[in-house]
């Protein structure tokens, strides 16, 4: 991991921060829309001592820099403790929030002033506003600010239809952000929180909430890997132990299970929406089973080891594309595998996991292939 500093010379305060799960130089803990989040809601909050919540920061750039107006902190991503933790001890001058809250445990308000990373995902977007506007004051207001390459294509109608834009900021760094106050919008009123597919192996329907990957419908590359999850847990004995690891919706452990209920299934996610949408829908198909889920960045400690794991890996992170998540995935599945265990894969076919898998384990043999992604067995025996 690599450390470089943020200076934010109009408080003033320079940071020194580290990106987890890297160590690539070119990839930064904070961008332009931290520095630009930063220095407004310092200009807001002075004079006054607004109760503030901080929504999705990445790697703790943006709690750190507002860590004098004593924050609350939610975040979908199970990596902002781990990443707060470790640049915390970095800045031993700030004192950040003891404990960070998730959407298994959100905070309740209500807050006068949020700062709030924007989403790539249009309906997340959608879903934090109207959750906002539960927990703001009347008087309260929002910053929200992003990338403006991210920013999700629909944003200005997602804005528009959830709360009152006051002001748009000019454009800084190629970042973007924006002033609203709440509307009237609300969770309990949106027809689009849950969103699925008719259920697969043996599984009734699987659906998701907005922050979850391909929640409308099947992903290729699962669909791809599926035969082989069935095809494994219909071998396993009632004593296999199988994690679903990045899980998402779940979909993968699900169909080991509709194949074999009596498994032992951990599904673990990175993301909070994850894991509350898996339990939904383990509860949906196969209540009483015996599964734990599991809100990590990877591998759950002092857990397993595993006799089967299912991966299909995310390759990109905020807004970064490439094959830095798989291969710490790899490492943390190679480790946690039990004797004559193996990991069954599957990638896109442009970033060579082959390769990359035989850094990790002993044996690795392709098992399918489409035109854009590959199914792999890997093992240690």
């Known amino acids: 991991m690599t450390t470089a500093e943020l200076a934010l010379p109009m408080l003033p305060l320079s940071l020194r921060l580290t990106r987890p799960g890297t160590s690539d130089p070119a990839l930064r803990a904070w961008d332009a829309a931290d520095e630009l989040l930063i220095e407004q809601a310092h200009r807001l909050a002075e004079g006054c001592q607004p109760r503030v919540l901080v929504v999705d920061d990445q790697f703790g750039a943006l709690t750190l820099g507002v860590s004098a107006l004593s924050p609350t902190v939610v975040a979908d991503s199970a990596m902002l403790p781990e990443a707060l933790e470790n640049n915390g001890r970095q800045n031993p001058e700030l004192s950040p929030p003891l404990s960070i809250h998730s959407w298994l445990n959100p905070p309740t308000g209500p807050f006068d002033l949020v700062i709030m990373r924007i989403p790539r995902q249009a309906d997340y977007l959608a879903w934090l506003l109207r959750w906002l506007n539960e927990v703001m004051t009347d008087s309260a207001q929002l910053l ?189 599945a190679s480790r946690s595998l039990a004797s004559g265990g193996r990991l069954l894969m599957v990638g896109n076919r442009h970033l060579g996991y082959h390769r990359s898998l035989e850094r990790f384990f002993a044996r690795v043999r392709q098992r399918d292939a489409s035109p854009k992604f590959v199914v792999f067995e890997a093992s240690n025996d």
Not at 179 to 187: M, T
Not at 306 to 329: C, K, Q, S, T, Y
Request: hydrophobic residues 40%; charged residues 20%; contains cysteine.
């Open 144 to 332: 929200a600010g992003g990338m403006i390459k991210h920013l999700p294509d629909r944003s200005v109608d997602v804005f528009a239809k959830a709360v009152q834009t006051d002001q748009v900021l000019p454009a800084r760094k190629k970042a973007r952000v924006i002033v609203c106050s709440p509307g009237r919008a609300r969770l309990g009123d949106w027809a689009e929180c849950w969103k699925g597919y008719e259920g697969v192996a043996g599984c009734a329907r699987i659906e998701a909430l907005p922050a979850v990957f391909a929640r409308e419908r099947l992903d290729i590359g699962s669909q791809l890997l599926l035969p082989h999850v069935i095809e494994a847990a219909g071998a396993a004995s009632g004593e296999t132990r199988v994690l679903d690891l990045a899980c998402g919706n779940g979909v993968l452990g699900l169909a080991a299970l509709g194949q074999r209920p009596g498994l032992a299934v951990t599904f673990s996610d990175v993301s909070s929406q994850a894991v509350l949408s898996t339990r939904c829908n383990v509860d949906r198909s196969f209540p009483g089973a015996r599964v734990s889920c599991v809100h990590r960045d990877g591998v759950p400690e002092n857990q397993g080891p595993w006799d089967l794991i299912l991966l299909n890996p995310p390759f990109h992170e905020g807004g970064v594309v490439g094959d830095h998540i798989a291969l710490r995935l790899f490492g943390q």
